[in-house]
């Protein structure tokens, strides 16, 4: 090593930040990180412990405004540009109406611009023009039901979905049985396929689904991070995914 190496070193790259409240069971951190340019750091932080199982009463638990208002402030310290509540039943058991609570909450608690996992779901619906979506789902029924409600209030049409119907450990299911779940929902009238839930693995499987399926497939992390980077003005890190290559930056 040359000796004036010490001195010519410049430190790491600046960062610019994302906070993310996410559920306490959240296992796919190194996912989401995945999308993220070099440039961006993200901040975690998790919702409070609820022992519930995966039903529409966690998901009422874990999108608790108080607690989504504390984990946002717990997250500005690092001076995050963007703070995404990252949880896909969270935000969209409630409607449309709870999704902009907590979009409320999140600019209330001092986020600068907020996003969540059912809201940038519609954004991404709008940048590829889809109006009619398949659905894949590892949730029991009554949780899907409640995407199908706030599509619905967004004027996208459900054509079918197939769920897993699972309360627990939704993190442990393999790329296999998403696509399995994926190919049993799809449909020729759907224009395109959304894999709900931030704990369901899918970051290398999307751009294969979409060259088999010929349509766009979009996911939960995915939309997530897509829509937080977005407002930064920043594209998303995936070169085989319709949404991420599609060219709809606004201005940061």
């Known amino acids: 090593m040359p000796p004036d190496f010490l001195g010519a070193v410049l430190g790491p790259e600046p960062q610019r930040g994302v906070g993310l409240i996410v559920p306490f069971d959240l296992a796919l951190d190194r996912e989401l990180w995945r999308w ?21 009463e966690m998901a009422n638990l874990v999108s608790d405004e108080a607690a989504v208002h504390s ?11 963007v703070v995404a509540y990252a949880c896909t039943s969270g935000s969209f058991v409630n409607g449309a109406t ?8 999140m600019q209330e608690a001092g986020a600068p611009a907020a996003v969540t996992t059912a809201g940038a779901l519609v954004q991404a619906l709008e940048t590829l023009g889809v109006g009619r979506v398949a659905v894949a789902t590892p949730y029991v029924a009554a949780v899907t039901e ?16 197939v769920g897993l119907g699972l309360q627990e450990q939704i993190w442990k299911v393999g790329y296999r049985q998403v696509i399995d779940i994926v190919r049993s929902a799809d449909r020729p009238e759907a224009e ?49 995914q319709r949404l991420v290559q599609a060219v709809d930056l606004p201005a940061a």
């Open 192 to 240: 395109a396929m959304f894999i709900s839930c931030t704990n369901l693995p899918t970051y290398d499987i999307i751009g294969p689904l979409e060259a088999e399926l010929g349509k766009p497939v979009l996911t939960a992390n995915q939309v997530t991070i897509w829509a937080a980077l977005r407002a930064m003005g920043l594209q998303a890190v995936a070169p085989e």
């Open 146 to 161: 409640r995407l199908h409600t706030y599509l619905d209030e967004h004027g996208v049409e459900v054509v079918t979905s």
């Open 36 to 56: 993220v340019p070099a440039s961006v750091s993200l901040y975690l932080t998790r919702t409070p412990f609820v022992p519930v199982p995966v039903t529409v």
């Open 71 to 81: 984990a946002t402030r717990d997250l500005l310290v690092p001076e995050p540009e």
């Open 98 to 105: 709870g999704e902009r609570a907590l979009i409320e909450v």
